[in-house]
């Protein structure tokens, strides 16, 4: 008998432990919630390490990054079609070359860097010997409606 009461008192404490934790577990749970909630996200944000600020020294150096490649990118798009060849390609393609120089100060800088990127590759490739002059003139020409065509949909 004595051994049955041990095991039910032995079995009533684990119930109570169990349910001790049970509430332990909620009151913090509660208690994490309320502090997440009760804190502004703005003063969290403000009191976050200096190292993810931006200083307008930082962002004055993106901004001439950004201008420089930009500009470097309409140079190359501008050599691009300069040739006698390339615009002999664009009237007889019936494309005014002003209007595709005009054109390519509209795109945006992925589009301007992509295309440019594209222009310079093909010609390194006539350059090499991998392109013939045809094969330049119809790759200029598609470069050109391509430009066109973005910058009309925008």
Known sequence: M????FYSHFHRRIESMQFELKQFTRALT???LVAAFAVPPTLVAQTSSPDHL???SDLQHAAVNATRAREQNR???RKFFSSPEAKKALESAHMNPQEVQKAVAGLSDHDLAQLAQRAQKAQSDFAAGQLSNHDLLLILVFVA???LIIVAVH
């Open 145 to 147: 409606a391509l430009i």
């Open 75 to 77: 140079a190359t798009l």
């Open 54 to 56: 931006v200083t307008p």
């Open 2 to 5: 004595q051994v049955l009461d």
């Open 30 to 32: 509660t208690a994490v």
